[in-house]
């Protein structure tokens, strides 16, 4: 059974840094899995922030994120993480994470129906 357990949410001022921990149990961290962040502001629909293949590192970040967040993976733990830095309130919703078999190994998915298992969410404040 896959699960994913996400924390490191909180309430930051603007300009602030946040490291958001995704812990995974249940399949292999190799390049046939993508863990991917979403995120889902009140009124919005959620959406994919930043997504990686945990076998060779690859890497989606939606544009407005570039530069300023960071996913990683440490296999040995099974854990994924994302380093928020220079964040704005736009970047306030519920942050999940997500876990999906990759079928095409070239392709990062990005899509939240692209993904079959998630975890609860964690909140992410940021004040201006």
């Known amino acids: 059974e896959v699960q994913l357990q996400a924390s490191g949410g909180g309430l930051v001022q603007a300009g602030g840094s946040l490291r958001l921990s995704c812990a995974t149990s249940g399949f292999p961290f190799d390049d046939d899995y993508a863990v991917g962040w979403f995120r889902q502001a009140p009124g919005k629909e959620r959406e994919g922030v930043s997504c990686?293949?945990?076998?060779?590192?690859?890497?989606y970040y939606m544009d407005s994120v570039k530069g300023r967040f960071t996913i990683s993976s440490d296999n040995a733990k099974n854990t994924v993480y994302l380093q928020m830095n220079g964040l704005k309130p736009e970047d306030t919703a519920v942050y999940y994470c997500?876990?999906?078999?990759?079928?095409?190994?070239?392709?990062?998915?990005?899509?939240?129906?692209?993904?079959?298992?998630w975890g609860q969410g964690t909140q992410v404040t940021v004040s201006s």
């Open positions: 997500a876990a999906t078999w990759i079928a095409v190994l070239s392709y990062v998915p990005h899509f939240e129906n692209e993904y079959d298992d």
């Open positions: 990686i293949n945990v076998g060779d590192g690859s890497a």
